[in-house]
């Protein structure tokens, strides 16, 4: 069935008061169940284990990603299969938009964990004790909806706003429950099938496990070329390469995240990473600036010029765009209609927010003063910057799809390194109270944009998002705890490389210390690389987006083992191929690997990630 939307004419030039009466008449669909008990039990389950698969890849590349769509698929076909069995009905349409809202915020409750909160414990050498990061993070995150909610009725009844992934996950249920579901358990087996080999991959490539159950000779090598050792060292300027991290991994778990990335980030993490760690480091190895071919050692060095490129290509990008940040304000300001009255046992009253807001907020100053040291004045003045960063990230992801959570992170790191000089960690914590408050207002948004869409009841995914807040928290948090085991320098291993959090941590102590404590070839780096981030945005601008290289993906590269971003660069290209090689539709390529390309590569992460943690756990607690 078509979704049924509002022209461009009428979104125009209507009254927020006739859109909402409208939709009201429309598009609601009061009397379908939604938010019921195994909808909510159904998100909160597979939102905590789909969250462990956003802390595997957040571990590893610093990025996190939506599992809304991969969520949806799995239930729809879950439920159908219970039906056809005879134990229970089917998922209503919106039953499935609620759970997709729990689970889609249990998801992104891993972003503080592989940011601000491990970027703490690398600068103090402390351990976050488990229950203050849980209180901490779900604090964070409520104020996250309370701010969002309010925007709600402007970027999404007026303004209606695409919000493209949460647009995409709209259509994607109403095209699974409109049809006979034919589409939805293809979708569903292919969804297992990417999975399940990738989590039979890293099975089969753990030397713990395969040990444990006494099958050594059925165990894949952690790289291709193992091998080659067993005969000879190759190596650059007296370096091996496996110590330069130059190799292939076996994983497919990186690779099915490279699909999703696309080609031109793809060839800027390849390129990137040849240049650090086939010409750069090798050389800085032999001159002994950087101490030893070791990732850790040649990520000290590097990551400076990485994150300088980062930064400025991602703050170069976000104002060069100032329409959107001024159209964030100019909604605040438009003459709000009268539809408080159409819509008023639908919306969340607006007593929840005058109240709330204050309260979560004062909340959220008391507990980054005591358990973060943060000054009671600090905390206060990060509040209204929740506020104006808020209003800016809601416009860009409603946009793109895009939440510049990083670069409105570093923002606040650059206002409070005026504000408070030398004060290392409330530059971090407060950072991450603006950028953590902002992203996950941003990304509500995005999962209430499909509601919108379908006629779903704007409380219950208020409520809905709560509860997958709780869920992911109380899942992703003990397991990031059990990964590194409390030895807070396991958290730049190889194993563990923690991109994001190097990123806020580089920063802070740029801000903080000043550039003379780092190696004068580490300050041409910053150098060089912010000059580079500022020179490929402008040339995606000229060109149109036709530049082949993304400042921000090459910059990364510096951070990343180099097999990670091999990995990442072959599944990019493969994916780009196998669109050009099956471009012609209506064959079974195009339909597995164009028309369904996220749903092959969200369960190949799934899959593998999955399993990735589960071994982690086992391999420490072994």
């Given at each position: ?14 009254t927020l008061e006739q859109k909402d009466r409208w939709w009201r008449d429309n598009v ?595």
């Amino acid at each position: 069935m078509a979704i049924r939307q509002l022209s461009k004419e009428q979104v125009r030039d209507w009254t927020l008061e006739q859109k909402d009466r409208w939709w009201r008449d429309n598009v609601f669909r009061g009397d379908m169940p939604q938010l019921t008990v195994r909808s909510a039990l159904t998100g909160m389950i597979l939102g905590g284990l789909l969250s462990l698969t956003n802390l595997y890849v957040g571990i590893r590349t610093g990025w996190t990603l939506g599992v809304g769509i991969t969520s949806v698929i799995l239930s729809f076909a879950a439920f159908k299969l219970l039906s056809r069995a005879g134990l229970g009905a089917e998922m209503t349409l919106l039953e499935n938009n609620a759970m997709q809202s729990i689970a889609t915020a249990a998801g992104y409750m891993t972003g503080p964990l592989i940011s601000s909160i491990a970027a703490y414990m690398l600068i103090t050498g402390t351990v976050i004790p488990m229950h203050q990061t849980i209180i901490w993070i779900v604090a964070l995150s409520l104020l996250g909806v309370l701010f969002a909610f309010p925007l709600k009725r402007r970027y999404i009844n007026d303004e209606q706003m695409p919000f493209p992934e949460g647009r995409a996950a709209g259509v994607v249920m109403d095209s699974l429950h409109s049809g006979t579901g034919a589409d939805g358990l293809f979708k569903a087996r292919l969804l297992a099938a990417s999975a399940s080999i990738s989590a039979l991959v890293e099975i089969l490539r753990n030397t713990h496990f395969m040990t444990l159950i006494r099958a050594p000779f059925l165990q894949l090598p952690h790289y291709y070329d193992d091998f080659i050792y067993r005969f000879a060292t190759p190596a650059i300027q007296g370096s091996p390469l496996r110590d330069l991290t130059v190799r292939a991994d076996t994983s497919l778990v990186m690779v099915a995240a490279g699909g999703l990335m696309g080609v031109r980030t793809g060839l800027s993490l390849i390129l990137g990473a040849v240049i650090n760690y086939v010409f750069l480091a090798p050389a800085l190895i032999h001159r002994g600036i950087i101490a030893g071919a070791s990732f850790k050692s040649i990520t000290m060095w590097a990551l400076w010029g990485g994150v300088a490129m980062m930064t400025t290509a991602s703050l170069f990008a976000f104002f060069a765009k100032p329409a959107v940040i001024a159209a964030a304000f100019r909604g605040l300001v438009r003459r709000r209609d009268a539809a408080a009255d159409v819509l008023k046992d639908i919306e969340l009253p607006m007593g929840v927010f005058v109240v709330g807001i204050p309260l979560v907020g004062g909340l959220c100053v008391f507990l980054g003063h005591i358990f973060f040291q943060v000054s009671w004045w600090m905390g206060i003045i990060a509040i209204p910057l929740v506020f104006v960063f808020t209003l800016i990230a809601v416009n860009s992801t409603g946009l793109t799809s895009i939440t510049p959570t990083g670069a409105l992170g570093k923002l606040t790191q650059l206002t409070f390194s005026v504000i408070a000089p030398g004060n290392i960690t409330t530059n971090i914590m407060t950072a991450g109270i603006t950028g953590e408050v902002a992203g996950n207002a941003s990304n509500l948004l995005m999962d209430i944009k499909p509601g919108y869409m379908l006629g779903g009841k704007p409380r219950h995914q208020a409520v809905g998002h709560v509860l997958g807040i709780l869920a992911g928290a109380v899942l992703s948090v003990p397991v990031f705890y059990q990964i590194f085991h409390g030895d807070v320098s396991l958290l730049t291993s190889e194993k563990l490389p923690m991109p994001s959090a190097q990123v806020w941590r580089a920063v802070a102590e740029v801000l903080t210390k000043g550039l003379d404590f780092l190696h004068p070839s580490a300050r041409w780096a910053i150098l060089i690389g912010g000059v580079l981030g500022i020179a490929f945005e402008v040339a995606a601008r000229v060109s149109k987006g036709r530049f082949p290289i993304s400042g921000v993906g090459m910059g990364l590269a510096f951070i990343l083992p180099f097999s990670d971003s091999l990995a990442m660069a072959t599944g990019a290209f493969a994916f780009w191929l196998a669109g050009r090689r099956f471009g012609t539709g209506g064959t079974r390529g195009h339909r597995i690997f164009v028309e369904n390309h996220e749903t092959v590569c969200a369960g190949g992460i799934a899959g593998g990630a999955l399993v990735g943690i589960v071994l982690i756990v086992l391999e420490t607690l072994g």
